[in-house]
């Protein structure tokens, strides 16, 4: 059973970088599967971030292509989301999830890692 | 981006009520929507994809429909444990974009 779990610091200073790992167990991150980040604002709605599959094609929100990096390692098991020039309004709960796909391109997310709480404040 | 707009906003209905929460897309998105329940502090759980199909695991008081421009999710009866917030999901094209919430409380 695959298992996803988020980890990277809590705190971030304004115009600086959120780093954050998401790490994969129970299963391989090299499988047909793309890899994700969701960010949740406290008290508001879901924002899709950008996607990774283990080959590091990547697809990006454009409301944050210009500040984002979403690697893969595999050799660790693992994806990060970097954003770069960050501000009050990316404090969030940043997700990571795997998206599976049916073979008409229905795609969803599922499993959900935890989340973890990103505050940006000085 | 697609817009995704759900209706209500929130809800509030009984254990036992039969609830329908309805999102509609900006355009045809075919059947490429996801409905997801989300519970204070935890993670979106996904309850259907593909708009029909239910996910492994799920109650199967869960049921979702429609497809092109509009969608349901309807729980038969509602249970206690059902009282949470509801997302839908497009995946049909980049950027993915979810529907604001619904939140389905206790009457």
Same mark, same amino acid.
């Given at each position: 059973q695959v298992q996803l779990q988020e980890s990277g610091p809590g705190l971030v200073k304004p115009s600086g970088t959120l780093s954050l790992t998401c790490a994969v167990s129970g299963g391989s991150i090299s499988s047909t599967n793309w890899w994700s980040w969701v960010r949740q604002p406290p008290g508001k709605g879901l924002e899709w971030i950008g996607e990774i599959y283990h080959s590091g094609s990547t697809n990006y929100n454009p409301s944050l292509k210009s500040r984002i990096t979403i690697s893969v390692d595999k050799s660790k098991n693992q994806f990060s989301l970097n954003l770069s020039s %960050?501000? *009050? =309004?990316?404090t969030a709960v940043y997700y990571c999830a795997r998206i599976s796909s049916t073979s008409s391109y229905q795609n969803w997310f599922d499993p959900w890692g935890q989340g973890t709480l990103v505050t940006v404040s000085s | 981006a697609i817009q995704m707009t759900q209706s209500p906003s929130s809800l509030s209905a009984s254990v036992g009520d039969r609830v329908t929460i309805t999102c509609r897309a900006s355009q045809d998105i075919r059947n490429e929507l996801g409905w997801y329940q989300q519970k204070p502090g935890k993670a979106p759980k996904l309850l259907?994809? *593909? =708009?029909s199909s239910l996910q492994s695991g %799920?109650?199967?008081?869960f049921s979702g429909s429609g497809s092109g421009t509009d969608f349901t999710l309807t729980i038969s009866s509602l249970q206690p444990e059902d009282f949470a917030t509801y997302y839908c999901l497009q995946d049909y094209n980049y950027p993915y974009t979810f529907g604001q919430g619904t939140k389905l409380e206790i009457k």
């Open positions: %960050v501000t *009050a =309004a990316d | 259907i994809y *593909a =708009a %799920v109650p199967s008081r």
